[in-house]
């Protein structure tokens, strides 16, 4: 039965399906072309990029450190303490609002313009916690240390 339905849908099925997507791949063709794909500068702007990154994510893990025993024992609540820590101490948590007002541009194109530059921090404050969550469970994992019930508030 199974043969028999696979191959009613094979051979009914498929003209429709290929006549659907035939469209959507025509439609984002432009994506085949292999200069998408190129990173924008070369490596000479790339390496001191990717190093003066370092900074940030070094003074990301002390504050992390420094914090961490301030921070909630929920670990979604501590993921966002943390992050909005980072986001305000690292400037990008208001300059999309700031930016705002003072752009001359409308709201939305003002704040997308701006807040692109938040997600690095995002991503830096959410991958901090989760970090130092790790290194913490793998040095206390019977459950002591910082990650204890008692010694988190």
């Known amino acids: 039965m199974a043969l028999i339905l696979s191959a009613v849908v094979f051979w009914f099925c498929k ?4 006549t659907i997507f035939g469209q959507i791949l025509k439609s984002i063709s432009y994506l085949d072309s292999p200069v998408s794909y190129q990173p924008p500068y070369d490596y000479h702007i790339e390496i001191p990029a990717y190093l003066t990154f370092l900074e940030p994510v070094i003074a990301s ?6 914090a961490w025993s301030q921070l909630s ?17 690292k400037g990008p948590a ?3 609002i700031t930016y705002a007002f003072y752009s001359g541009l409308d709201p939305v194109t003002s704040l997308l313009s701006v807040g692109q530059f938040s997600l690095e921090s995002l991503a830096l404050g959410v991958l901090t916690t989760a970090t ?5 469970r ?3 994992p019977d459950g002591s240390g910082p990650l204890a019930a008692d010694s988190v508030s």
């Open 61 to 66: 893990f002390v504050v992390g450190i420094l």
């Open 73 to 89: 024992s929920r670990p979604a609540m501590r993921a966002l303490q943390l992050t909005l820590l980072i986001l305000l101490l």
């Open 132 to 136: 130092l969550t790790l290194c913490i």
């Open 138 to 140: 793998r040095r206390y």
């Open 15 to 18: 003209p429709v399906i290929d």
């Open 94 to 96: 208001l300059a999309p």
